[in-house]
């Protein structure tokens, strides 16, 4: 009667079920709990990834709106001297209907504020109503008088009350500005408050002042950064383009926010998809964990089918528990996620101040989009990882279910199908990669191939551990158990070696793409960095110099004694609209919209040392042809990021006189930039942009002149100007590789947390096995095995499951490195590098699958060590 009471109510209701799933909850908390904390780390690490990357790019947009306010459209000049102000005049004269305003804006440093970078931006109050409501009443704490302050007196800012509260600044102050070395100081007479956190943040990056002290700061007289504009009228946006004088253009507000983000949009996908990486090994923790819930019920299942209960019901059950651990799981990687963010945003903000465009974050910005995201990818990795197991416990009948051996015997059938379906992932793989396309199909095609090197482990691990039995037999019996044991619980041992494997050839792939990567930068600067010493403005960012050396300097230092060459340099910001191919008749275009770095130089500081990846004339110097005006060189960056499969014949440049087409002489390598780089006489530069000055200099010095005393005398002579830094060729060069290891240091730490989720799938995997060889431990026990040999044979089981995760990751290592430098690198930024293999990449990557393989062994043997001998006998 009661069985039958039973058999009703499971049929009718999952309330019972549930009940042994919380009992079985809290004995086994320590194995759930570790399932959780790998699904947590996933998670944690791809939120981090995301808050940062999207802090950086909100902090930007947002200053970048605070500056635009309400305007529709902005007049832009394309020569660095910006606008002149008549442009403003006449557009104001001639069309009185159309609402327009005067920015002049920059960045300088703040040594009172943080040494932080901030854009001073230059207004007239006059015109500033109908665009930004800053000074209205309601928003500012300055009075009339400070208004009149600002207006009438020079060097006088007003900044955010929120800036001011931090760093303890009350009107009146005076703070310090330096411009590239030059040092101003300034007045605070005002500070504003908006009613919006959001502006209120935006503000945190902002200087406001009036725009005849910005002119004047900022050394643009008579001229402007940009003009504001409101108008949804096309006639008006016509007419107004009919002023525009040559090397003027107007654009839509949003088109510097849409730059920024294709600029910045493979940097992001790159950490992205390495911070999934460890999800990914989460998703083999949460695969071993459930499995081996599975197995282990397996004799309770076949109960309960007999007393009546659905497929369906163990189903959802089985997917109920994963769905828990993946929400608990996903909740506290979220936490973790905002924690790690706050780490890491400061590298992540450093790597774009250095290769992107400058940007000062204060904050986190706790995207909730970002956390929905983290939180369902989460839920869905463990759902994902689960259904394979709940699947199987569902179609199994319950006379199969009863007996325990049934799913190792069906993962014994499995293996020849493993390789099979290992072959077609990775084909599939292949193809993947070979296709021209974007990095989310290369990601697609890496993963396949990782996720194929997983299903082949375990054939492989089969095959390994019947090799290695005859030489481990000669331990003894622990020798001839181990391999076997390993064996004999394939469906787990398989999937904790394959999760070890995965991260371990992360470390194997990122530490030959690094290395390989390092080297090349490396020899690439001893080529180009020929001159003895360089000098320039001390930089606002960490890798570009955003100011120019004072005219003087660059005199005094062109007739200094002891110098044979003096080489000049300076860049600009402009945009490629076409590479043409061929000429005349057959003239072909490729139009594109692409930013490019220009670069004017006065001579070759590589001396002719400079690696190129493509001559129009082999065996000759190009430099001779670019000095005489006949042509530039563009970085193999711009024209891989632009798609193109070989040199273009000419490239189409925007510049203050117009369209400009310049032959295409050679193609360089380089790896100062992923956004391209150009390279033109500095006559040509000078004509075309009307920018004469000069933002670096490099100096060889005459023979029997010794560098480094002449480096001395320059700062010896230049001492107490702030505004001219003077380096050997070796500290520019020690800087820049302290750049890239900077850059570099967030990879470091994704693929160490990687390996962390790794080392806790190993655990559980070791944790499982102990729990399911409970009696056979204990008949092992009353037998005549000694603790100590129950240790010997337990980590004789971890070293093995290491060393086989170790050696397959070397060569899934060393296939991760290809594809990483040779497809997504060359799509991500447009380098070409030069593989190069270290031995020790692959010794320490083996060295520390059988460690942390040891490491997660440990606690296991303690707790066999530790069983009752009758208890575990008389457990079944």
Known sequence: MIGTEAATELRSSNRPLWRMAWRRFRMRSLQYFLCLIGVALGVAMMVSIDLANGSAQTAFELSTDAIAGRATHQIEALAPAGINESVYTKIRRELGGVTVAPIVDGYVLAPDLGNQPMRLVGVDLFAESPFRNYFVPQNRTVGEAGLLN?????????????????????????????????????????????????????????????????????????????????????????????????????????????????????????LTALSLLALVVGMFLIYNTVTFSVVQRRPLFGVLRCLGTTPGQLFVLIMGESAILGVLGSAVGLGLGVVLARSIVGLITQTINDFYFVVSVQQVAISSLSLIKGFSIGVASALLASLVPALEAMQTSPQTILQRSSLENKVQRLLPWLVLTWGLTTVAGILLLRMQAGLVVAFSGLFSILLGAALLTPPITTALMRVVQPLTGRLGVLGRLAPRDIIRSLSRTSVAIAA???????????????????????????????????????????????????????????????????????????????????????????????????????????????????????????????????????????????????????????????????????????????????????????????????????????????????????????????????????????????????????????????????????????????????????????????????????????????NVAGLLAMPLGYVLAWILIYVINVRSFGWTLQMQLNPSYFWQAWAVAVVAALLAGIYPAWRLGRVTVAAAIREE
């Not at 004088?245 to 790159?270: D, S, Y």
């Not at 402009?574 to 072909?588: I, P």
């Open 150 to 270: 600002f207006l009438t007196q020079p060097n006088t800012v007003v900044l955010g009350a929120d800036v001011a509260d931090r760093y303890q600044v009350a009107l009146g102050d005076q703070i310090t500005l330096d411009l590239s070395g030059r040092l101003e100081t300034v007045t605070v007479v005002g500070t504003v408050q908006p009613e919006s956190s959001t502006t209120r943040r935006a503000l945190s990056s902002l200087l406001f002042t009036d725009i005849a002290t910005a002119q004047e700061v900022l050394e643009m007289p008579g001229h402007l950064s940009h003009i504001d504009l409101i108008s949804r009228s096309e006639a008006d946006l016509a007419a107004v383009e009919q002023l525009l004088p040559e090397g003027i253009q107007l654009e839509t507000a949003a088109a510097q926010k849409n730059a920024v983000r294709q600029m910045t949009a493979a940097f992001r996908l790159n």
């Open 500 to 802: 070890l494997m995965v991260a371990v050839s992360v470390i194997v792939g990122v530490s030959i793409m690094v290395g390989s990567f390092r080297v090349t930068v490396v020899q690439w600067l001893d080529q180009t960095l020929q001159a003895d010493i360089y000098v320039s403005p001390p930089s606002t960012t960490a890798n570009r110099v955003l100011g120019q050396l004072d005219p003087s300097v660059v005199g005094e230092i062109k007739r200094w004694p002891g110098l044979e060459e003096v080489v000049t340099y300076n860049d600009a910001d402009a945009t490629v609209t076409a590479f043409n191919y061929g000429e005349g008749q057959d003239l072909s275009t490729v139009e594109v919209d692409r930013p490019v770095k220009l670069i004017s130089a006065g001579g070759d500081v590589s001396h002719g040392q400079r690696p190129y990846a493509w001559k129009k004339e082999p065996g000759t110097d190009p430099w001779a042809a670019l000095d005489r005006g006949e042509g530039v060189i563009i970085s193999e960056a711009l024209m891989l990021k632009a798609s193109l499969t070989e040199p273009p014949t000419s490239i189409v440049i925007k510049s203050p006189q117009g369209p400009q087409t310049f032959p295409v002489v050679a193609v360089f390598y380089d790896y100062s930039s992923d956004v391209g780089t150009m390279i033109l006489d500095d006559d040509l530069f000078i004509q075309s942009w009307e920018d004469d000055g000069v933002a670096s200099l490099g100096l060889f010095a005459q023979p029997g002149f010794e560098a480094d005393d002449v480096v001395d005398e320059l700062r010896q002579h230049f001492q107490g100007r702030t505004d001219v830094t003077i380096q050997s060729t070796r500290s520019l060069k020690d800087g820049s590789i302290e750049i890239f290891d900077r850059t570099f240091a967030i990879t470091q730490a994704l693929r160490l947390l990687a390996v962390i989720v790794a080392f806790i799938g190993v655990l559980s995997a070791l944790m499982s096995l102990q729990l399911e060889r409970s009696r056979e431990i204990g008949i092992l026990r009353a037998t005549g095995m000694t603790p100590r040999q129950l240790w010997g044979l337990t980590l004789l089981e971890t070293g093995l499951m290491g």
